[in-house]
């Protein structure tokens, strides 16, 4: 199975449009499961003191691991640049899915696919090696062929990626993923 993540709890975020047009390629030319899980739908009560004991987590998070990481065995993390980073709403995330389920959700040979968004020149290079480093400290296999994409909005057209070259680098980082 292979879980899509877009990676800001940002409403109506641009990263989102990418990462659905990701999703319905994969589902279109995947023969494994595809899902999708949008940090907009984080649960209200991820973040607070006891978040790093298992009795502690929110039970929404436990569920959201159920469905999305535990199961999966690809993950494609679409993210934008938040100040030369990651949202910290993902990383929260990731570490608060440390806590329960540790190596069902991180180990076993997973991979993981990146793209970043962003609307300067560096299409979030930075926070994708960040991104890069603790996945891989996580035991999960990156892709080398991380897909910066930069100047996001002259790329849309009515919530929609219309620029063929970006759709075509899209596909080419999509097509290695599969055989990855």
Known sequence: ??????????KNSR??????????????QSNEEVRFFSMEELPTDLFHADMYSEAGQSKALSSIQDEYL????????V???????IPGALKLFIDACSVRQYAASFHGGKKAALVGVSSG???ALRGLEYMTGFLNYLTISVLPNKLPISSIETLLEKDQLVDKETQKVVQAQITEFLNF
């Open 70 to 77: 535990i199961p999966a065995n690809k993950f494609y993390f």
């Open 79 to 85: 993210v934008p640049e938040y100040n030369g980073g």
């Open 15 to 28: 990263t989102h449009i990418i990462a659905q047009y990701i999703y319905q390629t994969l589902k279109e």
């Open 121 to 123: 020149r560096s299409g």
């Open 1 to 10: 199975m292979i879980t899509v993540f877009s990676g800001t709890n940002r």
